[in-house]
Structures are given as C-alpha cells and as structure tokens.
C-alpha cells in the first residue's frame, strides 16, 4: 500500500505545472495522477503506421504522424483524477 500512496506522490509531483494550470484556469483540484501505459494494439498501430506510411510519404503521399500525450481530468467524490496517455494523430494535406 506505500508503494501507490508513494507513486501516486512522485506523479502528483511529475505533473505538478499541468495541476497548477487546471486548478489556475479552471479551478479543478487534482487528487490523484494516473499514467496510463501504451496497450499492445496502441503499439502495433504506432510501428505499423510509421513503418508504413513513411515509405509512402517519401514518394508520394505527404503525410505527418503525431505522437504525444494528453490529459483528461475524471471527477471522483474527493476532486479529479488526471490521466495521461498517449495519442497518434495522422495527418493528410487535401489536395
């Protein structure tokens, strides 16, 4: 049980700046940080569409591929749960 209560303040402390700025523009109160890890599927998609897409992009397609993190904010009985987790955003030009 120590070892989540310490987790859960080494990650409170990690996203300290993005709790500040929630709680500063929208007054959410963050109690709780969970990182969420990259799933099997999510992975297989990242390296497939890279691999892939990359090939095509460098002749004919122009094409970006975007991976970052996004935050949600969940509300529970005692304030929000911030989540982090990656995201892959694709982008084609319309031409």
């Known amino acids: ?19 500040s700025s ?33 090939e095509i992009s460098e002749t004919r397609l122009p094409l970006t591929i975007l991976m970052d993190e996004i935050f949600t904010a969940v509300e529970m009985k005692s304030g929000y749960k911030l989540k982090a987790h990656n995201y892959l955003f694709f982008e084609l030009l319309d031409e």
């Open 22 to 54: 929630l709680k500063a523009s929208n007054g959410i109160k963050v109690v709780s940080v969970e990182e969420i890890n990259d799933n099997e599927v999510f992975l297989k998609l990242k390296d497939s569409f890279e691999s892939y897409f990359s």
């Open 1 to 19: 049980m120590k070892k989540e209560v310490h987790m859960s303040n080494q990650l409170l402390s990690k996203y300290a700046e993005i709790i």
